[in-house]
C-alpha cells in the first residue's frame, strides 16, 4: 500500500482535499431567512462546541455565493439528514432555493425546518469567526429535537450510510 505524503499549500490543494475525505462526515442542511425569503445549504462541517451553554458551530465557505446570507442570519436551523435524504441533501448542495419541492414548515422565527430529519438545532448567531476561507458561525441552540433512525453520512466525495452491525 503507498501513502501519499505532502506538505499543504495552493500546489497540493487536490490531495489535502482528497486526504480530508477519508474522514467521514454527517451530513446537515442548514437553513435560514435571507431578506424574508427561504435559504438552505449543505454543510459537513458542523460539530458540537458545549453543552453549558448550548453552543454548535458550523461553517460555510467565503466562495459560497450563500455565505453573505447565513453569516448575516440571526436565526437559521442545522439539520442532520437521514439515510434517506440523499436528495434533499444533493438539492441544497447545488442551490439555496427550490423549498417548494420539499416538505417543511417555519419555526417561531420563520426558519425553515424540513421535515423527516434525525436531527434539528434551531438556533440564535452567538458569533462569527475568521477560518481561512470559511467563516466559523457560532449558533446557540434555542431548541433542538431528534428521532430515531440512522444518518447520512459523506466520505471521499459519496453519500451513504453504516451497515448495521451482524
Known amino acids: ?10 500546489d497540493t490543494a487536490r490531495a489535502f482535499r482528497e486526504a480530508l475525505g477519508c474522514f467521514g462526515t454527517g451530513v446537515t442542511v442548514v437553513t435560514a ?7 438552505g445549504m449543505t454543510a459537513n462541517s458542523f460539530a458540537s462546541l458545549s453543552l453549558d451553554p448550548a453552543l454548535v ?3 460555510p465557505a467565503k466562495s459560497s455565493r450563500r ?4 453569516t448575516g442570519a440571526e436565526h ?5 439528514m437521514a439515510e434517506d435524504q440523499h436528495g434533499l ?6 442551490k439555496g432555493d427550490g423549498f417548494d419541492r420539499f416538505d417543511w414548515t417555519p419555526s417561531p422565527e420563520g426558519v425553515p425546518v424540513l421535515a423527516g430529519c434525525l436531527a434539528r438545532f434551531d438556533c440564535t448567531r452567538a458569533a462569527l469567526h475568521d477560518g481561512g ?34
Not at 76 to 80: K, M, N, P, R
Not at 136 to 148: L, Q, T
Open 1 to 10: 500500500m503507498t501513502e501519499t505524503t505532502f506538505t499543504p499549500g495552493p
Open 33 to 39: 431567512l435571507s431578506d424574508g425569503a427561504p435559504v
Open 57 to 59: 458551530l458550523w461553517a
Open 67 to 70: 455565505h453573505a446570507a447565513f
Open 76 to 80: 437559521f436551523t442545522i439539520h442532520i
Open 89 to 94: 441533501a444533493g438539492h441544497f448542495a447545488q
Open 133 to 166: 476561507d470559511h467563516t466559523i458561525v457560532v449558533g446557540r441552540v434555542d431548541r433542538a429535537a431528534y428521532r430515531p433512525g440512522r444518518g447520512l453520512i459523506f466520505k471521499r466525495g459519496q453519500y451513504g450510510s453504516f451497515s448495521a452491525p451482524e
